[in-house]
């Protein structure tokens, strides 16, 4: 369904108090007003204003949105911004209850991260070869990234005073800046020792800095400017389409998988959710059911009398 007006003026004011008071991304409000603009369509076909809206009437919009096949994670979304949207006009005294209250959001059922084998990571890495610039810095991002479960953006953000080589360690700002300390060991330390080398890094920096910042810069793109989130992305679909890796490899998916494959060496919880910074541990938890699928898998195709 396609929008068919604008918003009401409710609505906009609402989208401007979430950017205002609670510091929505661009993208959050520009999601929200497409799942506000699609749900004021259906009332508008209902002949029903917003101000008019029964418990009801979010049920059933609930229920819409399922019988057109819409994800759970998007259904939850909508309800989301449909439930807001009534609190606020509730809040603000433009209608006598919330009719958005009792209705609860959707369970998005979470979904296992699709992490690399131990086999597939040695392969991507092995892609990188020669010592050229170019190639220290792909395979110290590459190397990194699986490393140290760093999140791109942490990656692409380092900057040259967030790295002690001797000491082995990384310095990350994560969500909200939230700063962390990570360590920095074995193939990952050798691959950017490489990189920050004369013959790597040194031989990227421009004559002179285009902009500020960039000179801090730790990942230096061809024209001596600070690497951004879309060109190491590039980077590494460039080398994951080399082994075969183009529909399952994003720079999250290193994250996973070396998550997952600290889990399955024996490594604590506990640990995993601080090196990847993880402000609850529920969230880490889902990579212990990756290594639980992969333990039920091996005994599944190994043992004699896994199978009647």
């Not at 809040?91 to 296992?112: F, H, I, S």
Request: glycine letters at 10%; aromatic letters at 4%.
């Amino acid at each position: 369904m396609t929008a068919k007006a604008s918003l009401p003026l409710e609505a906009e004011e609402h989208l401007s108090w979430l950017a205002a008071e609670r510091g929505r991304s661009p993208n959050t409000l520009a999601a929200y007003r497409r799942d506000l603009n699609q749900y004021v369509d259906w009332l508008a076909e209902r002949h029903r204003a917003l101000g008019d809206v029964e418990p009801g009437d979010v049920e059933a919009y609930v229920a819409h949105l399922r019988a057109e096949g819409k994800a759970p994670a998007s259904i939850a979304r909508a309800v989301v911004a449909v439930r807001g949207l009534h609190r606020f006009l509730a809040d603000e005294g433009d209608v006598e209850r919330d009719p958005g209250a009792a209705v609860a959001t959707p369970r998005v059922p979470r979904g296992l991260p699709k992490a690399l084998t131990e086999e597939e990571v040695e392969r991507l890495v092995g892609t990188v070869v020669g010592l050229d610039p170019r190639a220290r810095r792909d395979r110290a991002i590459l190397e990194v990234l699986y490393g140290t479960g760093m999140r791109i953006s942490e990656l692409v953000g380092l900057s040259l005073g967030d790295v002690d080589v001797d000491g082995g360690l990384l310095r990350a700002f994560g969500k909200g800046r939230k700063e962390r300390i990570v360590p920095l060991l074995g193939m990952a330390r050798e691959a950017l020792v490489d990189w920050l080398a004369p013959s790597g890094r040194g031989a990227m920096v421009p004559e002179r800095w285009a902009r500020r910042g960039d000179a801090d810069a730790v990942f230096l793109n061809a024209r001596g400017g600070r690497l951004t989130r879309q060109g190491a992305w590039g980077i590494i679909r460039t080398h994951g389409d080399r082994v075969g890796l183009r529909d399952r490899l994003t720079p999250h998916v290193l994250r996973h998988s070396c998550a997952t494959h600290l889990l399955d060496h024996g490594a604590d919880i506990r640990v995993v959710q601080e090196l990847l910074g993880h402000a609850s541990i529920s969230t880490t938890q889902v990579y212990t059911l990756v290594s639980q699928q992969r333990l039920r898998d091996a005994y599944e195709n190994a043992h004699p009398r896994a199978h009647r």
